[in-house]
């Protein structure tokens, strides 16, 4: 695994209704992030056959939260899991589209520091 993706990304999101913002830590094959609706990320990345990364997220989603998709969460609250590939030049592109539970995603992913390992 290329250890260089090691680090923290602030993650601008926008989907069809509001946009949306998370922070992640991908470090040595785990991802965990927050965002500021109140969601947990937790999950793994791994090289992927087709270059880059394999990551794959348990998102957690509190109650009534507005997601970026234009739906609401509900009083129960979400959990869904996603899977997705993030390209070697995931740095360079304007947006990648990840398709989650309630829609399709649209994130920026911006790497703010290395991790000292």
């Not at 791994?46 to 609401?72: C, E, H, I």
């Given at each position: ?12 999101l926008t989907g069809a209704s ?30 992927s056959d087709m270059g880059g ?19 609401s969460t509900g009083p129960q ?41």
């Amino acid at each position: 695994m290329n250890p260089s993706i090691n680090g923290f990304y602030a993650a601008y999101l926008t989907g069809a209704s509001l946009q949306g913002f998370a922070m992640l830590v991908f470090r040595n094959g785990k991802v965990v992030g927050v965002d500021v609706g109140g969601g947990k990320y937790d999950g793994t990345y791994s090289d992927s056959d087709m270059g880059g990364y394999a990551v794959k997220l348990k998102v957690s989603l509190p109650p009534n939260t507005a997601l970026v998709q234009g739906v609401s969460t509900g009083p129960q609250g979400d959990t869904s899991e996603i899977a997705f590939q993030l390209p070697l030049d995931f740095l360079s592109r304007h947006f990648l589209r990840i398709d989650a539970k309630h829609g399709p995603v649209n994130a920026k992913i911006v790497k703010l520091r290395e991790l000292n390992d």
